[in-house]
């Protein structure tokens, strides 16, 4: 009887399997009700990314990293290059993260927390667990606002190449950094990120980074968001900045009694 | 004692930064959607009107609430309204505002509570004592949130979600359709967990797994994390919702008791966008309030539970 039940699970897995090997890459995405890629779930980032976007070897407490960066180099101007160094070297208070504030795009991606995406042939929304950001990209031909707007998140419009989700992103604040290793950009930051389904479970990430202030050309990240399967799986709360204050308020109550 | 002035200032300038989105503090029409406008005469009213209007339909034949909407009926200091009479009223410092109660069940139209929570939601002892949760960047919560600034209801085609965003903070609620595996109960979060479904035309959230650190209004009312909110949303006309939330907390009510308003759909000509409100990144009241002595509310205190 055991033995029988174990032979049936490894039947199913062949029978799981053999599909996807055969298809390979062309495995059916889901598909909205119009024809296009059926981006919604919960997606979640696993390279190490939020750590540092480039190749890093392990440091206490971070995962070594092979970075997300194309070719692996991040054209800096000389003096921004100074100032990611002063930054790797007081990331401990001076970055943004430690505050507890919006991480800023493209970094909220992948910071190691989930978010979903909602879409209606208007609007894609995305949701995220930390610091419960929103971002909502219209996608119903509107050009972004007139600026200057400094959002923490900035302003998305987005339009479908293909099967390719396409977004504009600009009007940033130069408040936000890229990772944790002090990689940073200007309020002058131009995204254009490709959402590319490469499968039903994994969604491809590819993101140009434009800021003529701090860099002497664009460059380009790309990343794999896998979905989280969990059949109970929800979008929770990670707020930093309350989490902080609760902790500060715990010690308090600690020290008066 | 200009402390809770201070406060109050601060509030409202909270209160007031979404106005650069063209929101204005909404003043109460005597009639919305051919209703009067007093919470318990609207809530009667409106339910009747809607069983005469069918909806518009989404492409999935969904009755469809997209739009942006925002309250018009309240805003009421305390749900369970300010009488000319309160003592609060007149005290110079701490002035409540007189209002109309958005209590409609039960008919008393006072929150139920146990005797030993009266004092601390009705009495003021969270009023006197904390920071306006919502002054501290976090979250009007549930019901609140649906009471103040422009939201953004989406409906994805697939009928599996119901996004409902709220420009108060950049909060948004995820609400799941149909049967969804239940959420351990100490998986808490600021507006709770919610699952939805459709009875007829009206889109019903059940929503649980609240942390308890928010007020349902200015002057301190509570529940706790051991709260369920069960909200109704039924179209009166094109334009108009009805919104209805009952609250039930069995650690602090004798029995549930419900709340109900409307909501209207936001009808700026060249259409309506709903702006970033990050807030904890520019705050720098919290410290100034703090030093007044308000300390920060993470739900009832333990002495009184």
């Not at chain 2, 406008?37 to 339909?57: D, G, I, Q, V, Y």
Request: charged share 20%; glycine share 8%.
């Amino acid at each position: 009887m055991r033995y029988g039940f174990v032979a049936t699970i490894v039947g199913a897995a062949l029978l799981t399997l053999a599909p996807d090997s055969a298809a390979g890459q062309t495995a059916a995405i889901p598909r909205m009700p119009d024809g296009r890629p059926n981006l919604q779930g919960i997606w979640q980032v696993l390279a190490p990314a939020a750590w540092d976007i480039q190749d890093h070897a392990p440091r206490l407490g971070v995962p070594a990293g092979q970075g997300v960066v194309e070719g692996n180099e991040i054209p800096y101007q000389p003096w921004a290059l100074k100032r990611k160094q002063e930054n790797f070297t007081n990331r401990a208070t001076a970055d943004p993260e430690s505050k507890g504030y919006l991480p800023g795009v493209p970094r909220i991606m992948y910071m190691p927390f989930p978010f979903q995406i909602f879409q209606t042939p208007t609007h894609v929304a995305m949701t995220f667990e930390y610091a419960q950001g929103v971002r909502i990209v219209y996608t119903n031909g509107t050009p972004h606002p007139r600026g200057p707007i400094e959002w923490w998140l900035g302003d998305s419009r987005g339009r479908w190449d293909g099967d390719t989700f396409v977004v504009d992103v600009v009007h940033f604040t130069d408040q936000t950094w890229l990772d944790r290793a002090g990689n940073f950009h200007s309020e002058a930051l131009h995204l254009v990120e490709r959402y590319t389904m490469a499968g039903p479970d994994h969604l491809n990430y590819e993101v140009t980074i434009e800021d003529p202030k701090v860099f002497t050309r664009p460059w380009k990240m790309s990343m794999v968001f896998y979905r989280r399967k969990e059949p109970n799986v929800r979008l929770l709360d990670y707020v930093p900045a309350l989490l902080m204050e609760e902790e500060q308020a715990a010690q308090e109550r600690l020290k008066g009694n | 004692m200009h402390t809770r002035l201070v406060c109050r200032i601060l509030a409202l300038g909270l209160a007031a930064a979404p106005s650069m989105a063209g929101a204005q503090t909404p003043e109460r029409p005597p009639i919305i959607a051919g209703c009067p406008t007093e919470n318990l005469a609207w809530h009667t009213c409106a339910l009747r009107r809607a069983r005469s209007f069918t909806p518009p339909r989404t492409a999935s034949g969904r009755p469809d609430f997209q739009g942006y909407w925002r309250s018009r009926l309240t805003q009421s200091f305390s749900v369970e309204g300010v009488a000319d009479n309160h003592p609060f009223v007149k005290d110079p410092n701490e002035r409540w505002d007189v209002g109309a109660p958005e209590i409609i069940e039960p008919a008393d139209r006072k929150i139920p509570y146990q005797p030993w929570a009266t004092r601390i939601g009705r009495e003021g002892v969270n009023f006197h004592q904390y920071v306006d949760p919502r002054a501290t960047c976090s979250t009007g919560g549930v019901p609140r949130l649906a009471l103040q600034d422009p939201s953004q209801i989406l409906q994805p085609p697939t009928d599996d979600h119901v996004l409902w965003l709220h420009e108060d903070h950049h909060q948004f609620r995820v609400i799941a359709m149909g049967q969804r595996p239940p959420v351990g109960q100490e998986v808490t979060t600021w507006n709770g967990v919610s699952r939805g479904r459709w009875d007829g035309t009206t889109l019903v959230i059940e929503t649980a797994n609240f942390n308890g650190y928010v007020w349902i209004d200015d002057s301190g009312n509570f529940y706790t994390n051991a709260a369920r909110v069960t909200e109704r949303l039924t179209m009166v006309d094109a334009d108009t919702i009805h919104y209805q939330a009952t609250i039930e907390d069995p650690t602090v009510y004798t029995r549930p008791w419900t709340v109900a308003w409307a909501l209207i759909r936001d009808a700026t000509p060249g259409g309506y966008e709903l702006f970033e409100e990050a807030c904890r990144e520019g705050d720098r009241d919290l410290p100034l309030i703090r030093e007044q002595g308000f300390k920060l509310y993470y739900g009832i205190p333990w002495r009184f539970r």
